[in-house]
T-cell receptor, first 113, second 113 residues
Framework: DQQVKQNSPSLSVQEGRISILNCDYT??????FLWYKKYPAEGPTFLIS?????DKNEDGRFTVFLNKSAKHLSLHIVPSQPGDSAVYFC????????????FGTGTSLTVIP | NAGVMQNPRHLVRRRGQEARLRCSPM?????VYWYRQLPEEGLKFMVY????????ESGMPKERFSAEFPKEGPSILRIQQVVRGDSAAYFC???????????FGQGTRLTVV
């Protein structure tokens, strides 16, 4: 029962362009959403979050959009840089504690110089 | 990321042996979570511990798996009589308050041969 889905296993983008990573979820009770970035042989690193009371959250080059009616969120990276090449996971939870997070399967982003 | 220490980084076990995975949380963090990433899947919650207590083990297989977080020393995830299906990356995360997962370790990659 994959409650959080990332349907694109990989994405390639030219440096300087926008990267858009998508995530869909099935549980309408989810009220907190996060994006993590993971380099090979490292653990996930928290990137940005959004709660269900918002539809957008911005942090520098990273913006997360939440569409609750469509049960969809996306991460926009503008402009994309080669150092952004990594696997990106979205995660969702009911509540705020670490034992309630459901992760997607990840999207591998390659930013081409 | 460097604050949560997991060892070993790689562990090879033959079927039927025991695997012990260690996690030292960040200084001052008393909440530890274990997640597992099977090939081609997202991270899945296994167990949530506070010092000397298991708070939630709903994600842990009922047999062969156990976890502890003693008053002194690291948290240990123990897998007895390993099988090929246990091959995965095991990640530990720590938190000061039991909130969202900001800090993951680098993971232990278990290979069962």
């Amino acid at each position: 029962d994959q409650q959080v889905k990332q349907n694109s296993p990989s994405l390639s983008v030219q440096e300087g362009r926008i990267s858009i990573l998508n995530c869909d979820y099935t549980n309408s009770m989810f009220d907190y959403f996060l994006w993590y970035k993971k380099y090979p042989a490292e653990g996930p690193t928290f990137l940005i979050s959004i709660s269900s009371i918002k539809d957008k959250n911005e942090d520098g080059r990273f913006t997360v959009f939440l569409n609750k009616s469509a049960k969809h969120l996306s991460l926009h990276i503008v402009p994309s840089q080669p150092g952004d090449s990594a696997v990106y996971f979205c995660a969702a939870s009911v509540g705020y504690t670490g034992n309630q997070f459901y992760f997607g399967t990840g999207t591998s982003l390659t930013v081409i110089p | 990321n460097a604050g949560v220490m997991q060892n070993p980084r790689h562990l090879v076990r033959r079927r039927g042996q025991e695997a012990r995975l260690r996690c030292s949380p960040m200084k001052g963090h008393s909440h530890v979570y274990w997640y597992r990433q099977l090939p081609e899947e997202g991270l899945k919650f296994m167990v949530y511990l506070q010092k000397e207590n298991i708070i939630d083990e709903s994600g842990m297989p009922k047999e062969r798996f156990s976890a502890e977080f003693p008053k002194e020393g690291p948290s240990i995830l123990r897998i007895q009589q390993v099988v090929r299906g246990d091959s995965a990356a095991y990640f530990c995360a720590s938190s000061p308050t039991g909130g969202f997962l900001a800090f993951f370790g680098q993971g232990t990659r278990l290979t069962v041969v």
